[in-house]
């Protein structure tokens, strides 16, 4: 099954536009993961924002989680071209992580 | 530090057949979870090691299955290899045990499975 569902499913940008992705879940976490994922190899750990937290950052990205609409949002500021992926969050269920199906980001330079 | 190693990264596998893929976890890590991704979806948790015993299993056939070792490596394998088997299988390590809330999963490249 799969809990975290992101939006939108395709994002196109220019080189040094922001780039905002979506995330709901169902059930109650202990903590939201992003990931990103290039051309359907590995994934890459992007950021980890436990229940109690609010808001957190790193470098250009910014998480916000609201545990009230059980939902996460990733800001990806100032893009580039190196940041075309496609980006996963994921839940965590007993300590094993459910993907949502991911959201694939192309930034155009 | 290599992170985590996955082994092969593509193989080929007819209809039937039965296949074991590799890996070893980041240095420190204790615990390995297996993962299906389908082409064009997100990862699907198969199953989880730690102190070399399944801890967890997802939603998967006993055709699946696994082992770890000693040295905390695992393998995976699937038997009578089904059409819709082909995926990437991807290996993530963590640390367990902590108490804490769970702690971020390494993903290794993974093996992209054809059957045929």
């Known amino acids: 099954s799969q809990q975290g569902e992101e939006d939108p499913q395709a994002l196109s940008i220019q080189e040094g536009e922001n780039a905002t992705m979506n995330c709901s879940y169902k059930t109650s976490i202990n903590n939201l993961q992003w990931y990103r994922q290039n051309s359907g190899r590995g994934l890459v750990h992007l950021i980890l924002?436990?229940?109690?937290?609010r808001e957190k950052h790193s470098g250009r990205l910014r998480v916000t989680l609201d545990t009230s609409k059980k939902s996460s949002s990733l800001l990806i500021t100032a893009s580039r071209a190196a940041d075309t992926a496609s980006y996963f969050c994921a839940t965590d269920e007993s300590e094993k992580l459910v993907f949502g199906k991911g959201m694939k980001l192309t930034v155009n330079p | 530090d290599a992170g985590v190693t996955q082994s092969p990264t593509h193989l080929i596998k007819t209809r039937g057949q039965q296949v074991t893929l590799r890996c070893s976890p980041k240095?420190?890590?204790?615990?390995v979870s297996w993962y299906q991704q389908a082409l064009g979806q997100g990862p699907q948790f198969i199953f989880q090691?730690?102190?070399?015993?399944?801890?967890q299993r997802g939603n998967f056939p006993d055709r699946f299955s696994g082992h770890q070792f000693p040295n905390y490596s695992s393998e995976l394998n699937v038997n009578a290899l089904l059409l819709g088997d082909s995926a990437l299988y991807l290996c993530?390590?963590?640390?367990?045990?902590?108490?804490?809330?769970?702690?971020?999963?390494?993903f290794g490249q993974g093996t992209r499975l054809t059957v045929v």
């Open positions: 240095s420190g890590h204790d615990t």
């Open positions: 924002i436990r229940s109690n937290e």
């Open positions: 090691y730690y102190e070399e015993e399944e801890r």
């Open positions: 993530a390590s963590s640390l367990a045990g902590t108490g804490a809330p769970y702690t971020e999963a390494f």
